[in-house]
């Protein structure tokens, strides 16, 4: 490689043009900085009447803030100070910000703005047209001093990460210590790490398993309603069975959360029948005590057709329907629920069937996705936590839907079938004899 060639990749500096508190700067842009930092030279000159604020603040009493440079050396500050950043715009659309600015000891050569700023601001237009998002890489590029191409590149990279993090976000534990006590379940409040919908205020849990705190706890799996959504947040149910407490690190990562795309209305029946077993459960007398109220909640009038009976026949039939109407589903989601049937496998051996998981074609991975938030959503499937495990099949009906399919074949090796004596043919006929 030749000397110029390698001078090619020593570039300048990469200043952003922007207004901080009205007055026009070029700042130096750090992209691989989070936090930004001006020194008490330029506050004073720029802006004297802002007030350095203790850091207690901004980011509480009990977390603290340590600013090391690339080289591993600590950046000292006294405090922090609140500027609204402006990006140069044509005068109708100018991204605007209001940013916590570090006032470090050291002397700077000019204000540092932190990636992280420049993340926020695409964020809050992650959700507008192409054409927003259009208009702000031009921005950037005029700002940057970039061609657009680059800035283009810049928003769709950030604009997809924030993409990736609603799909999977991580819950943490808030600023204090939860204790759980010993036998009690405590519902513990995490704070959703993104604006949620109006519409979609339910997300689907799952429990991080790893830690020393948390494999000693029960932490419940499955739907959780976003609370306040303007600040939004989840109760999470944590049980406790020990015999002695147990306290959770503050920020401790308890699991994660993914929005749910379908959301169904569960029908009447499978919710009537799930109150049965609780209730009796609980409370089989007062569960037996009233079974009109629960018969008048579950009997309803099944759409069948009378037309050709007579009227005395369609009251007759009427009625019987009405009687029997719990047997009859209300729509194709209704499925029913009983609760005393089991099924038992019997086994050749106790080792389980452990298959790795087939690899879900990249085209039908969303599709999959939605269709086992639906299930779990429905009630019909839940998670497992069982030693054997056998791989999904993706297969497309007639119609173009999606089914899943499980493939037990190995499972279905090691079963012991059940043995049922076949009358033999001769006797079939030696009982018809006499018979025409």
Known sequence: MCPDSIAQLVGGKCLLKCYMNGYAVSVLL??????????????????PNHKVRPLVELM????????????????????????QVDLPGDGHSNPSIRVPFLVSRMVLERPLLGFNVIEEVIRRHAGGTQKAM??????????????????SVIVNVVQNRCTVEEECALVKIGRQNVVIPQGQVVYVKCRVPF??????????????????HLEQLDIVDGLVEIHNVEAPYIEVPIGNYTRHDITLPRRTVIGSIQPISMLPQTDAQVNDCKADVN????????????????????????????SHLDEEQKEMVRQML?????????????????????????????????RTYASIPKPLYKEVKDYIQDLLARGWI???????????????????????????????????????????????????????
């Open 30 to 47: 750090d992209t691989g900085a989070q936090v930004s930092i001006l020194d008490h030279a330029w506050r004073e000159r720029y802006l």
């Open 60 to 83: 509480g009493a009990e977390r603290g803030l340590d600013v090391v440079a690339v080289n591993g050396e600590v950046i000292p500050f006294d405090g922090w100070i609140e500027v």
């Open 134 to 151: 259009t208009m702000l890489a031009n921005l950037l590029s005029r700002a940057m001093g970039i061609q657009e191409a680059a800035a």
């Open 195 to 212: 604006k949620p919908e109006t519409d979609k205020t339910a997300v689907l849990f799952e429990p991080k398993d790893e830690g020393v």
């Open 279 to 306: 209730t009796i459960g609980m409370d089989s007398k007062a569960n037996f005590g009233d079974d009109d109220t629960v018969s008048a909640m579950a009997l309803w009038n099944p759409p069948v057709d009378l």
């Open 322 to 354: 009405y009687e029997e109407s719990a047997a009859f589903a209300r729509d194709e989601d209704d499925i029913g629920c009983i609760p005393s049937l089991q099924m038992e496998i019997n086994l050749k051996d106790d080792i389980p069937v452990q």
């Open 382 to 436: 839940v998670k497992s936590k069982s030693s054997y495990s056998s791989p999904v099949v993706c297969v497309r009906k007639k119609d173009g839907t999606l089914r899943l399919c499980i493939d037990y074949r190995q499972l279905n090796q090691k079963t012991v079938p059940d043995r049922h004596p076949l009358p033999r043919i001769q006797d079939l006929t030696d009982t018809l004899g006499g018979y025409n």
